[in-house]
């Protein structure tokens, strides 16, 4: 079985500013890595993800992320961060066989300050 | 990616009383999911839905509460059976297309 960690529930950062956002996983088995978006009263929006290849994965809305699996961690980054880039972002694992349940983290909710 | 839709997208129910939640997708898929996210949390597992087979379900959820029909390859029903203020959450679909997980717009359910 998985399991994902977010430490951060809430990070706030001023507009223009990076941003990184923490996300641990626990794991036996190979996994796949997500990063999902969920802006205020929408559904859940694929970022990015990382089935395999190259480490830094590029997303949507110049987000990024890079696997580590010597620190299983996925911590997602964007360089200048926009008051349209408030939202709560979910990290998630799913094994790469069998039925792939997807196991989500707890959330962290950015907070862009104008 | 998928385009996936729910109906209804919102509901108020009445406590003792049922409602299915439909899951429309845009292409086939074999495997679907159903998730519960209650007011403030994370998203739950509630079951998987394999094509041609019976649902599994995930410890806590129990057919009985959360029966699931899977008619065909672009289709899923969720129903939640006697529902109480417990159930009052977001329900979504997510069918999983090469590997990824995509997700419906959500079924928000309020039980009076």
């Known amino acids: 079985a998985q399991s994902v960690t977010q430490l951060d529930s809430q990070v706030p950062v001023f507009e223009e500013a990076p941003v990184e956002l923490r996300c641990n996983y626990s794991?036996?088995?190979?996994?796949?890595l997500f990063w999902y978006v969920q802006y205020p009263n929408q559904g859940l929006q694929l970022l990015l993800k990382?089935?395999?290849?190259?480490?830094l994965v590029k997303g949507i809305n110049g987000f990024e992320a890079e696997f580590n699996k010597s620190q299983t961690s996925f911590h997602l980054r964007k360089p200048s961060v926009h008051i349209s880039d408030t939202a709560e972002y979910f990290c998630?694992?799913?094994?790469?066989?069998?039925?792939?349940?997807?196991?989500f983290g707890t959330g962290t909710k950015l907070q862009v300050i104008p | 990616s998928a385009v996936i839709s729910q109906k209804p997208s919102r509901d108020i129910c009445q406590r003792g009383t049922s409602l299915t939640i439909q899951c429309q997708v845009d292409?086939?898929?074999?495997?679907m999911f159903w998730y519960r996210q209650q007011p403030g949390q994370s998203l739950t597992l509630i079951a998987t839905?394999?094509?041609?087979?019976?649902?599994?379900?995930e410890s806590g959820f129990v057919i009985d509460k959360f029966p699931i029909s899977r008619p065909n390859l672009t289709f899923s029903t969720l129903t939640v059976s006697n529902m109480s203020p417990e159930d009052s959450s977001i329900y979504l679909c997510?069918?999983?297309?090469?590997?990824?997980?995509?997700f419906g717009p959500g079924t928000r359910l309020t039980v009076l």
């Open positions: 998630a694992v799913s094994d790469t066989g069998g039925y792939q349940k997807v196991t």
């Open positions: 794991s036996s088995v190979s996994v796949y």
């Open positions: 997510s069918p999983r297309r090469i590997d990824t997980q995509y």
């Open positions: 990382y089935l395999s290849g190259s480490t």
């Open positions: 292409s086939q898929v074999t495997m």
């Open positions: 839905a394999n094509q041609g087979s019976e649902a599994t379900y």
